[in-house]
C-alpha cells in the first residue's frame, strides 16, 4: 500500500489546478466522446441496414438500459467517492475493501437485473408503448443485452477507480477499445453478415466483454497498487450501505432518466398518434419514437462528453475534500464552470443552427422523419446552454460526499421538474409539450443547482 504514496496522488493536492483539472477530464471527455460517438454510428447503422423500425425498437429498450447503467453508476461511482476520501486520508486497506465490495456488488446487481429483465421485459416494452410492428425488434434486441447484462455494468462501474488511483489515460484507453470495438462490430454484424437488430445487439455485448477484460486485468496485474483480492471481496454491511448511499444521488439521474424515458415513450407513443400524420409505413407514434431516438443519440454527443469533464474532476474534488484543501475545491469548482458553459454554448448554437443537416443520415430518404427529428431537436434542445449549473453543482456535493444534496439536485431534472411538465405539457400542446418539457426543466433545475451552491460554498472556509 505505501506505493500510493506517490507523486501522481500527493500531485492532487500540490499541482496547478487547471492543470490537474485538464489532465483527468482530457481523457474522460475522450472516453464520453468516444461512447457518444458509438451512439451515433450504432443508430446510423441502423437507420441504414434496418430502417426506421429498428431505430424505434432500440428507443423503446432505453429505459431498461438506463436502468443497468444506474446500477452500474451506483457502485462505481458510490464506491469510488468514498474511495477517493480514503485515499486523501491515506486509509489504503479501507480503500482496498471498498474497491473489491463494489466489484462484488456490481457482479450481484448484474445477475439481478438479468433475472428480473427475462421476466418483465415484454411486458415493459409494452407499457412504454411497443406496436406489434416494433415489439418483435425491441424484444430480440434486449434479450441479447439482458446476457451481457456483467459486462454493462463491470467495465463502466470499475473505471472510475482507475481514475482514482492516478491512471486517467489508462481508463481512457481501455473505454475507447470498447467503443472502437462496438463500431467495427456494427459495421461488420448489421452491414456486412446482415444479422439486423441482433447484430447491433451482438456488437454492443461483444465490445463491453473486451472492455471489461481489459480493465479486470489492470486491477489483478502485480503493478496495481490496489488490486482485486478474494480476502477483501466478501461484501461487508457497513461498507456496502455507504457505497450504496453515497451511489444513489448520481445513479439517481440515470434511474430517473430510465423513468423519464419509459413516461416519454409513452407520451410519444400516445401523442405522436394524435399529432403526426402520413408517416407512410409507421404509425404517428412510432415515427415520433424513432425521431426521439435520434434526437436522443445527438444529445448524447453533446452531454457525454461534458459529463466525462466532470466526472473527471470528482477524484481532484474528493482528495482535496478530505486532505481539507478548501481553496483548492473552489479553484476547481471555478475552472470546471467556466469551461463547461463555453463547451455548451457551442454545441447548443450548432444543435438549433444545423439540425436538418444532423439528423438526416440517420434517416435516409425518409423525408418526413428527417423533418420530424429536426423540429424534435430544436424544442428538446432549446435550453442546453443552462445544463451545466446543475450538473457542476450535483456533482460537487457528490464528490464531498453529501448524498442527499446530489440525489435531490440529479432529481430536479429529471423527476422533480421534468415528471410533472411532460404529464401536463402535452394536455394543452401534445406532441410539441412533450418535447417542450425538457428544457423548461433544464432551466429550472440549473437556477436550484447554482443556489444550492453558491451557500454551500459560503461555508466552506
Given amino acids: 500500500m505505501s506505493k500510493l504514496n506517490s507523486e501522481r496522488l500527493n500531485s492532487f493536492g500540490t499541482a496547478s489546478i487547471p492543470k490537474l483539472v485538464l489532465q483527468f477530464s482530457v481523457p474522460a471527455i475522450i472516453s464520453m466522446l468516444v461512447n457518444a460517438l458509438y451512439n451515433i454510428v450504432d443508430r446510423f447503422f441502423v437507420g441504414q441496414g434496418v430502417g426506421s423500425l429498428g431505430i424505434a425498437g432500440i428507443t423503446l429498450c432505453f429505459p431498461i438500459c438506463l436502468f443497468i447503467m444506474a446500477m452500474s453508476m451506483?457502485?462505481?461511482?458510490?464506491?469510488?467517492?468514498?474511495?477517493?476520501?480514503?485515499?486523501?486520508?491515506?486509509?489504503?486497506?479501507?480503500?482496498?475493501?471498498?474497491?473489491?465490495?463494489?466489484?462484488?456488488l456490481l457482479i450481484l446487481m448484474a445477475l439481478t437485473t438479468f433475472a428480473l429483465g427475462e421476466i418483465f421485459m415484454e411486458p415493459l416494452l409494452k407499457l412504454f408503448g411497443a406496436s406489434e410492428q416494433t415489439l418483435p425488434v425491441a424484444s430480440s434486441y434486449m434479450r441479447i443485452l439482458l446476457c451481457g447484462a456483467v459486462f454493462q455494468t463491470i467495465a463502466p462501474g470499475m473505471n472510475h477507480f482507475i481514475r482514482s488511483m492516478g491512471h486517467p489515460k489508462t481508463a481512457m484507453f481501455r473505454e475507447v477499445i470498447g467503443a472502437v470495438s462496438n463500431i467495427i462490430l456494427d459495421w461488420l454484424f448489421i452491414m456486412k453478415f446482415h444479422w439486423g437488430i441482433e447484430g447491433a445487439a451482438w456488437a454492443t455485448i461483444c465490445s463491453q466483454l473486451i472492455a471489461s477484460a481489459l480493465i479486470t486485468q489492470f486491477f489483478v496485474k502485480k503493478g496495481t497498487p490496489i488490486r482485486i483480492r478474494w480476502r477483501?471481496?466478501?461484501?461487508?454491511?457497513?461498507?456496502?450501505?455507504?457505497?450504496?448511499?453515497?451511489?444513489?444521488?448520481?445513479?439517481?439521474m440515470q434511474l430517473c432518466n430510465s423513468l423519464m424515458n419509459a413516461i416519454l415513450a409513452w407520451s410519444l407513443t400516445t401523442y405522436g398518434n394524435i399529432s403526426l400524420?402520413?408517416?407512410?409505413?409507421?404509425?404517428?407514434?412510432?415515427?415520433?419514437?424513432?425521431?426521439?431516438?435520434?434526437?436522443?443519440?445527438?444529445?448524447s454527443f453533446v452531454l457525454l462528453p461534458l459529463l466525462g469533464f466532470v466526472h473527471g474532476t470528482q477524484p481532484i474534488i474528493g482528495y482535496n475534500y478530505g486532505a481539507r484543501l478548501n481553496s483548492r475545491?473552489?479553484?476547481?469548482?471555478?475552472?470546471?464552470?467556466?469551461?463547461?458553459?463555453?463547451?455548451?454554448?457551442?454545441?447548443?448554437?450548432?444543435?438549433?443552427?444545423?439540425?436538418?443537416?444532423?439528423?438526416?443520415?440517420?434517416?435516409?430518404?425518409?423525408?418526413?422523419?428527417q423533418e420530424t427529428a429536426a423540429w424534435a431537436m430544436r424544442l428538446f434542445g432549446a435550453a442546453f446552454f443552462m445544463i451545466p449549473l446543475g450538473l457542476v453543482s450535483g456533482s460537487f456535493f457528490q464528490g464531498t460526499g453529501k448524498a442527499l444534496r446530489s440525489m435531490f439536485l440529479n432529481g430536479c431534472r429529471q423527476v422533480i421538474l421534468l415528471i410533472p411538465f411532460l404529464l401536463i405539457l402535452p394536455r394543452f400542446l401534445e406532441l410539441k409539450g412533450v418535447f417542450l418539457a425538457q428544457p423548461?426543466?433544464?432551466?429550472?433545475?440549473?437556477?436550484?443547482?447554482?443556489?444550492?451552491?453558491l451557500h454551500e460554498l459560503k461555508k466552506l472556509k
Fill in 74 to 104: 451506483m457502485i462505481g461511482v458510490g464506491g469510488n467517492t468514498i474511495f477517493a476520501i480514503r485515499l486523501g486520508q491515506k486509509k489504503y486497506i479501507q480503500a482496498s475493501i471498498i474497491l473489491n465490495n463494489s466489484f462484488s
Fill in 232 to 252: 477483501h471481496m466478501k461484501l461487508r454491511f457497513a461498507y456496502v450501505r455507504k457505497i450504496i448511499i453515497l451511489g444513489i444521488p448520481p445513479s439517481l
Fill in 277 to 299: 400524420h402520413d408517416t407512410g409505413v409507421l404509425s404517428g407514434g412510432d415515427m415520433a419514437i424513432s425521431a426521439f431516438g435520434i434526437v436522443n443519440s445527438i444529445a
Fill in 329 to 369: 475545491v473552489k479553484g476547481t469548482l471555478k475552472f470546471t464552470f467556466i469551461y463547461a458553459f463555453g463547451f455548451m454554448i457551442v454545441a447548443w448554437a450548432i444543435m438549433m443552427w444545423q439540425a436538418e443537416a444532423l439528423v438526416a443520415p440517420f434517416a435516409p430518404g425518409d423525408l418526413k422523419l
Fill in 440 to 453: 423548461i426543466s433544464d432551466v429550472g433545475a440549473a437556477l436550484i443547482g447554482l443556489a444550492m451552491l
